[in-house]
């Protein structure tokens, strides 16, 4: 099967879209721009949500559901918000189909128009402080923690499976604070709780930071964000959380009284994960025969394939292998009996190295006269025989040797992927042949930021979080400069 | 807070809408018969999905997604299917905004027109059976087992909170067969499926049946349902499985050649339950003084209240209660221990009877000092000191104790509300008085069972599964029939 996907070095973007497909991740729908998550991609998913939701009620949240439309005079509300969302909207403007009378099939009944057109939700701050408004009145209302699962559409042009799709399923944190200090640590403490989910359980390290204006959401104050580094050099954006300031309770009114009954507007922040976290997933550590998935998300983590010929054989392999199984979930490890006998062992092999699975053990007649197995690890793609005595335990902890191995090798790469330039012709020349972040002075301006991404596609991704003062100046202008920032071509 | 209740006597409709509102489980929101699910409800959904969602994973179903979003030509391809939903569609029609260029604000931009409307899925059918068309080919591929939990939209005319909401969430199982005689096993599996959870865990008594033709899903072959009761005497659909036939296969071609190479149309099942049935649990157990939740899921299990005078008999039940926590951690007991100071006990009481807590725990200081702790049971409203010794393992079986009697109260409730009537006029006079179903004959037409409906607005709740043969005559008319059917009015 492996041969069936294009090697990274030869193009790198038609080897990701292969490997989604060829895995069983997601697949093409007939609506443009979105997709199908299938099942392998989706118990992915799962197994992220989760882990993020356990750490999100951990911090004190709690799940809600807001309505998936949103009024149109709302998205209004918020000047910055409407002018950030208003060219990727999908509007509802009818609610009925009929016959049509001519006999032209089924026709949207012109008879059936909303009065106001209702918007797909691109993100949900407007309905939720426009609820907020009502749940809110005192500073025993406060601070109010809640967090939504659910589906958003944003109308892209171009889009790419789970890294940019019309419709996607995300978590987005809204949260009111009494004081503009108590949502800043708001907004940092899940920046933090996204880093650590981020390289413990993803293996993938993240760098933390602040972006720049051009880059902020629409209506934050400040945008936090986590930046990964991909196999080819790309930056991706995995996760933000934003300090939102008042402008959405100002927006929509919201205030709440403190202890001494002085009236004041609320403090917000919001803050998203989506599926383009498994994009991210697999372009940090996939290879050219398939997925390479971290034993910790892995939805099976071990497979074992049974090497037989005949009934008798064939019987003492499963005896041999029902014991290992009990083995493996007393120790919580999700295993996988693949004794499928319409498929050689050759074909599993390549199967469920193309699909990530962290370790294979291969188990015959003879390994059991011999008292051992063959374990397969599929990061380093190394293969050994292991004692039957104890198999469970050595491949348990093997799971957490190849957790850390695929974190330490993508740190690896990262780190030798964060380069200082101080010259343009460095800078434009990094970008070109090295790739990667770009440390670099930058005089602070949108309008710089702006003339960079003309001349190289490359953006701000953002000023990491104590990063060092260093006097400078900027790569492009040469005005001063007080410190560096990062810059990346970006997913 | 009780006192703001309406009683169930006074307005049984109202009654139930306030709990909702006072209980927190939900809120209306700003788009019409759109509600938002409050941090309770959505707690209490939760449980619910986890449960059900385990059951799936046990009878060999995955999890997947697929699009929001249906093309209108989709819907139209099952004729049956797209008589049954047309009239209620949130369709797409545009993918922009702008600003108005004669200064009103934010308006739909005509020119993002889309060539051919989105319907918002009322149900995936069409677009999943258009997915399956590219994932079978062959006998190998099948069963194919499939669960979606998402949110779906129809433009109900009349909405009510949970029971019938424009927005709702629900999971959609849909599966792909190769006999016609393994869907419908399959049906049925997930009808039991449904009914072992309704009564198990919502301790919801249900009946199994086969709707009558009218009372048939868009597009099935048979739909198998599981109807409760609830205290009004109304009937509550709480799930359906749907025996679809080849009727999807033939509309989106989906064939599978089987082990002979032969080519024939695959054979499906989908089957569903929703929000609604948050609405069933509401009103098969709660009452005047509020929610009356089944233990097994309850978001909070047992609720703790201190009772003091000063921080030193404070510090005393804070160290006892704390033990106890552990203790019913141990147990797997959720537990919340509310010692907020700036409620009084009597509120607290009052505020985990509305949210229907099923066991209160009252300790102070004085209790401390006779080893006893004020144990009050949210079913029967009855209270007794109980020894600390082992006070978790009392409270355990206690837990067991309330699931079964909530159980066996709605079960009465609902036998005693299955009556037998052989003349039209008993039948007219038990559903305007003594409500409930109504077991009689029925001639097995769709014009007598609208006949029916147009006179008393019951309808053929279902024709019980392993029904009693029994020669009779239609209670309309006259004519014969071979069994009694359950009639009811009906949410």
Redesign the interface.
Known sequence: MSKEITSREKDYSQWYNDLIIKAGLA?Y???RG??????Y???L??NMRDQLDKRFKETGH???????????????KEAAH?EGF??????????????DPEGN??I?DPDAKLEE????RPTSET?IW??YK??IQSY?DLPLL?NQW??V?R?EMRTRLFLRTT?F?WQEGHTAHATRQEAIDETIQMLNVYAEFAEEWMAMPVIKGVKSINERFAGAEDTYCIEAMMQDGKALQAGTSHFLGQNFAKAFDVKFSDKENKLDYVWATSWGVSTRLIGALVMAHSDDDGLVLPPKLAPIQVVIVPIYKGDDQKKLVDEKVKLLIEDFKALGVSVKYDDDD?RRPGWKFAEYEMKGVPVRIAIGARDIANNVAEVARRDTKTKEPVSLDGLANTVYTLLNDIQENIYNKAKTFRDAHITIANTWDKFVKLLDEKTGFISAHWDGTAETEEKIKELTKATIRCIPLNNIKEEGKCILTGRPSGERVLFARAY
Chains 1, 2 share one sequence.
């Open positions: 697949d729908s007939a609506v979105c997709m199908v998550i299938k099942p991609g989706f118990a998913w799962e709690q799940n809600a559901y807001f309505p998936l439309f949103i009024p149109k005079s709302f998205l209004s409407v208003a060219k990727e909207c999908a509007v509802v403007t009818h609610y009925r189909l009929m016959n099939g089924i949207v057109e209702l918007i797909v309905i426009n609820t009502t749940w025993r809640i659910a589906n559409v109308w419709e399923l319409s």
